[in-house]
């Protein structure tokens, strides 16, 4: 049983920091695989297939980089200054990742680009995560706004969404250039998109 | 020599049909040539792999798109006026996809998700492209703080680099969602971040 559940979890982090560094098309079940030590015929008793470990590893990095969230948003402090070290939490993930050599970005939005256009259940999947995002940033904006700290004409939802694409629009720079700086001030420019 | 010339054009424009909609992994040059309706020998006669025919449609896609952009902050106008018009430009393109069914965003957002950390030429094509973008958008906003209808903290560079990041992360969602309200307003919210 340990050994089981030990080959389920180390195909998932195989597959995670694979498709995430090379994206869905260019991994093949056979490299995820070598890289977890795991033979074909236990690869294919946990996962049906590559798409099937594809939506997996994209439900396991979000929970695991929900509660990350999660705790940083619903931390003491106000709104904005919770906002703000979610955002610095993401720049700082991008300048370890360039300490590491290679920015890899955020894989989910490598993974939107590359397959909304031609897989439906993975781009569900991702869609239910950048909603997730957009709501969870909603909630501390309307507490923003309940509050007074925040005066914006648009609805947090809108807002939200506005904040997140910024991040994602310099999360793509930074992988374009392997260059971290272009998140350095994320905030203040996310923050600018409330005034 | 009209018969082969167009050989190489059909080749072009199917890769770049084909690389927009399904990525750089997912399409080969069986298949391009398949669309093309051109044979091998002559693929090969007139590129010498795929990544070499990947970066002549980054060049001449982005020949092509160049000279829209400079015909719309050339125009005449007030330089804002100017820079609302290209980033609704942008916003129409999307619409326009989504009219024939499927959006496949931005071919440089694409490439640059997919490929950047592991192909070092295509790499530095795409930073070409959007310093270049950058650059087009900086000059702009330039003469809008020269003339006085801007007023910003930011040198010009790093709010266009920001304007674009914006533009990139609205294109995200527009193909995540395939769905092109995301840009509806893309203007009012980029003009935020010059605030």
């Not at 070598?34 to 396991?60: H, M, N, P, W």
């Not at 050599?101 to 939107?112: D, H, P, R, Y």
């Amino acid at each position: 049983m340990g050994r089981t559940s030990t080959a389920r979890e180390r195909v998932l982090d195989a597959a995670c920091s694979l498709i995430r560094s090379r994206g869905y098309e260019a991994v093949g079940v056979a490299e995820v695989c070598s890289v977890a030590d795991v033979r074909k015929g236990s690869f294919y008793y946990y996962f049906d297939s590559k798409q099937a470990l594809t939506r997996e590893v994209i439900r396991e990095h979000w929970r695991s980089e929900r509660a990350r969230w999660v705790a940083v948003l619903s931390a003491s402090g106000a709104p904005l200054v919770r906002l703000e070290a979610l955002f610095d939490m993401q720049a700082d993930d991008i300048r370890a990742e360039q300490k590491s050599n290679v920015i890899n970005g955020c894989i989910f939005a490598n993974l939107s680009l590359e397959l909304s256009a031609r897989d439906a259940s993975i781009r569900s999947d991702l869609e239910s995560v950048f909603d997730e995002q957009i709501a969870l940033v909603a909630e501390v904006l309307g507490e923003a706004m309940a509050d007074g700290s925040l005066h914006a004409d648009d609805t947090p939802h809108r807002l939200a969404s506005a904040m997140l694409a910024q991040l994602e629009g310099l999360v793509l720079f930074a992988k374009l250039r392997n260059d971290a700086s272009s998140l350095d001030g994320v905030w203040s420019q996310v923050r600018r998109l409330a005034s």
